[in-house]
Structure formats: C-alpha cells, structure tokens
C-alpha cells in the first residue's frame, strides 16, 4: 500500500490539482540529480527538480504477480543536464531512479511515492533519449545458471578466478593518439597481446574516471573495442589491467591458474559428436 499524507490526499481528491511528477536520479559514481515535467523548477527534501529538461514518462504498469514493471522515459539532451556524450560514456548505466507526485504549490503535503528502480537500456536519437526503467522485480526474470564450454566462466580477478587481478594493474601515460579508440604509449614494453581483453582506466583528462575494454594490444598501441566518450589526448594517463581470452592456455602461461580454470576445454564440442556419429553410421 502506498503512503500518503491526508494533506496531499486532499488535494489529489479535488477537481483541479497542481501535481507534478518528479524523477530523482542517483548515479554510481554518487551524483544526485532532480527532474520535473513542471513548467518551473521545484525545491524539494534539500535537491532542486529541473524542469528544463523536459522529460515524459510512459504509464506505468505495476502487478501483484511479480511480473516485470514497465515504465520508459523520454527526455530531450541537455548541455546543461544530460548529454549524449555521458550517456555513450555509462555515467548513467544502472543509475537508481525514484519517481513521485507531488503538489508544486505546496511541496510540504509531501509526495505520493511511484516508482523505484534502476536505469536499464537506453538509446539516443534525434537529440532525444529513451531510457528503459526497471523495477524491483527484475532481477527475478534473469535465468541463472551455467553451461559446459571449452572457455572459462569467470572473469579475470573474481572469486572464482582467484587471480589477484589488482596486482597486475600497471600505470602509464598516452604519447599518441590516432583516435577515440586508437591510443599509444610508446613506453610499454609488454608482449604482443598481453593487454588484448584487459581493460584500461583513464586517471586524467575528458575521459577520467571512465573504462573501456581493449580489443587488441601490440607495440605499445591500444585498441578499444568501442570509442572513448571524450577525446584522447597526449599526456592522459590511465592504469590498464592485463587481459585473459579464457584458454587453457593463457590460464597457465600468463596466470599460472590452471587449477582454477572454469572452462571444460577437453570436453568434445558438437563439430566431434557430429563426426563421430557420421563414422559410426558408415559401419
């Protein structure tokens, strides 16, 4: 059952009202952020509520039969807010967003509580964004479960892998750049491919704080699998972490880990099953 005062009872029972719907955003890096479909700008619990952004939601669909909740919403790019930049760069991925009523004439009846959730998939287009809001209950529609493969399941440095993954990061500073996803620092001396699945972490410049994974490592050149939000530039320093491709072979080479290793890589795959029977039918 959802809370509300008698005041903002009242109100909402009266034939004309002064209501507006406010979204309170908290990203992962603890960043706390107000919007409202009001004409004005509305102070609320010590967080001012924009309402220059101009967002609209969907309805809402909530059930008692523990389906996923459904609710979108959309909003136009702002400098001064949200930017397709900090959009593309995660700043708002899995972001936890509350959403309520309340009467912008008199914000001490209190709020009439919608919606609590997490950010989930959003896209861009046209200046404009759609962000997917997911409730409480989404979790419980995951599958959970593992299957037999000939790579490893678990990611480098988790519990699973056991690696002390921390200790391997190493630091350093970009000498060249070629683009948002191409970057060099000529200084490395690691082999070909040591970094290649790692992940690097800028310290410094536009992207500081930002990561992104590395697709391919050689001769002291990184090469992201996707462009950096921000550009690049001469002097940036970053720490980079040493990649795994999930081979047996990588686990004992570069880890020394085979004890370790997730994967079931002498299991037959189907090519093999396929082959065998193909044999045993011309007997």
């Given at each position: 059952m959802k809370q509300i005062s008698?005041?903002?009872?009242?109100?909402?029972e009266q034939e004309v009202t002064t209501l507006a719907t406010c979204w309170r955003v908290t990203r992962r890096d603890g960043e706390v952020m107000g919007f409202t479909d009001c004409?004005?700008?509305?102070?609320?619990?010590?967080?001012?509520y924009i309402a220059a952004t101009g967002f609209t939601p969907t309805a809402v669909e909530n059930s008692a039969a523990l389906n996923v909740d459904n609710m979108d919403i959309e909003g136009m790019l702002d400098a001064g807010?949200?930017?397709?930049?900090?959009?593309?760069?995660?700043?708002?991925?899995?972001a936890e967003i509350e959403?309520?009523?309340l009467n912008y004439n008199n914000v001490t009846q209190g709020k009439l509580h919608i919606k609590t959730g997490w950010l989930g998939e959003v896209t861009v287009r046209a200046g404009q964004f759609v962000a997917e809001v997911r409730g409480?209950?989404?979790?419980?529609?995951?599958?959970?479960?593992?299957?037999?493969s000939a790579a490893c399941r678990a990611q480098l440095g988790d519990a699973r892998c056991g690696v002390n993954a921390a200790a391997l990061i190493v630091t350093g500073t970009i000498t060249g750049v070629t683009?948002?996803?191409i970057c060099v620092d000529a200084l490395r001396e690691e082999d070909a491919g040591y970094f290649s699945y790692g992940k690097i972490t800028f310290n410094s410049g536009a992207n500081a704080g930002l990561s992104m994974e590395i697709k391919e490592y050689s001769n002291g050149q990184?090469?992201?699998?996707?462009?950096m939000a921000y550009p690049l530039a001469i002097g940036d320093a970053y720490s980079v972490q040493p990649g795994c491709d999930k081979t047996i072979s990588t686990?004992?080479?570069?880890?020394?880990?085979?004890?370790n290793f997730r994967g079931e890589p002498h299991v037959p795959g189907i090519d093999r099953v396929l082959e065998t029977a193909s044999t045993r039918s011309n007997w």
């Open positions: 008698a005041e903002l009872k009242a109100h909402i004409d004005r700008d509305i102070e609320y619990d010590e967080l001012l807010s949200i930017t397709e930049a900090d959009l593309i760069a995660g700043r708002y991925d899995y959403v309520f009523l409480l209950s989404q979790p419980l529609s995951q599958k959970i479960g593992s299957l037999y683009s948002q996803s990184f090469i992201l699998s996707l462009p686990c004992v080479a570069r880890f020394d880990n085979a004890l």
